[in-house]
């Protein structure tokens, strides 16, 4: 596809692979006004060429027109702006998408897939970079109005379903949500990923890394995908994989918030304390790894004041992690207290309090599983 000012080229080939026999080729000048318009007329050339070259059956190409598409190319070039802002996974990247997304709804104020990019980028910051409370609830309302636009669009659902299950803890209606998307797009590298977080978090180990890997089959360049992967990986005891997996993200997402602590978080748990060490510094926020590393480097001091950072600076938006650090520490008060402070604050970490293994010397104490039964995760 090339580009020229309002114009469109589009150059199509069928070639054999067996061979790079080109066994067909046409090209396609048409004015981007309406850019599904052109995306369907093409697309109609295409199946009708092929039908008459290769004698073959195919559906009919879907109609435009339904509310999660645009026929404003200026609204739609703004959209794409912000799903790939949305993909580098930063603080700042999330930023920019909420602005982006705003900025395409301003030009079209009925364009669902915009109201679902906005939903996600809304919460993702308020969880990883604001701290902002309200932002759950623009978020939710968000999201809703994707659905309310376009129901047989899966962008809506797979947003709904994030803030249904990471932040509000209704895994039902996440996981409708999500099975949902799917059922409309069963090649949405973006829903399977986050199915297969969804059943983590749930405990469904063996679901959960099969729809992983099904997500890394469908879109290989997806940083979420295997990021996702290498998550479940490391819940499951794989280190060697985990490693791979988001040593992957990083290839693909360099600004990545969490793969530097991921990568820390496996050396870690696999035994090699100083090497989670020399990664965390350049994770976003090193003082997680550090105050879990230094302790069991036996460096009290530096530990804790690390953990003391952490409280003073990101109060708002680590309740979680400090959770962590003071669940690795083996004090179960402090832990506890900051858990309850992460439920207060629908923090999105707390999601995975069933699966995470920084958290295993909480969970013989009585106050884990009442934890997990009034988030309504499985004991």
Request: aromatic share 8%; proline share 4%.
């Amino acid at each position: 596809m090339r580009r020229s000012g309002r114009v469109m080229r589009v150059s199509a080939q069928l070639v054999r692979a067996d061979s790079g026999y080109d066994v067909w080729s046409q090209t396609y000048d048409e004015n981007v006004k309406d850019v599904f318009q052109v995306q369907d007329q093409i697309a109609n050339a295409v199946v009708e060429a092929l039908k008459a070259k290769l004698q073959l059956t195919l559906l009919q190409a879907k109609e435009a027109g339904s509310s999660d598409r645009t026929t404003n190319s200026e609204a739609h070039d703004a959209y794409l702006l912000g799903e790939q802002s949305l993909k580098r996974d930063s603080a700042d990247s999330y930023k920019e998408a909420i602005r982006t997304f705003q900025r395409a709804l301003q030009l079209d104020p009925r364009y669902a897939a915009a109201y679902a990019g906005l939903a996600e980028a809304e919460i993702r910051f308020s969880d990883y970079s604001s701290g902002e409370r309200a932002a759950l609830q623009r978020a939710s309302e968000v999201a809703d109005q994707a659905v309310m636009l376009a129901p047989n669009a899966p962008e809506g659902y797979v947003a709904r379903s994030v803030i249904r299950g990471d932040f509000l803890w209704d895994w039902t209606g996440a996981r409708a949500d999500i099975e949902r998307a799917l059922a409309l797009d069963p090649n949405n590298a973006h829903a399977l990923a986050d199915y297969a977080e969804l059943l983590g978090k749930l405990g469904m180990l063996p679901q959960s890394l099969a729809t992983a890997r099904r997500a890394v089959d469908v879109d290989p360049l997806s940083g979420e995908a295997w990021e996702t992967l290498g998550s479940i990986l490391r819940n499951d005891g794989q280190f060697a994989a985990a490693r791979e997996a988001i040593l992957r993200t990083e290839q693909l997402k360099p600004q990545a918030i969490h793969s530097g602590n991921r990568l820390a978080e496996i050396e870690l748990l696999e035994g090699h304390p100083e090497q989670a060490m020399a990664i965390a510094v350049r994770a976003r926020f090193p003082e997680i790894m550090i105050s879990l590393a230094a302790y069991t480097l036996g460096r009290q001091d530096e530990s804790q004041h690390a953990l003391d950072t952490l409280i003073r600076k990101y109060p708002d938006i680590l309740a979680y992690q400090i959770a962590e650090a003071y669940a690795w520490r083996g004090e179960p008060e402090q832990a506890f207290v900051w858990l309850d402070r992460a439920y207060a604050q629908h923090d999105g970490g707390l999601a995975s309090l069933k699966v995470d293994p920084l958290l295993f010397k909480l969970r013989s104490d009585p106050r884990y599983a009442a934890l997990l039964a009034k988030m309504g995760l499985p004991s």
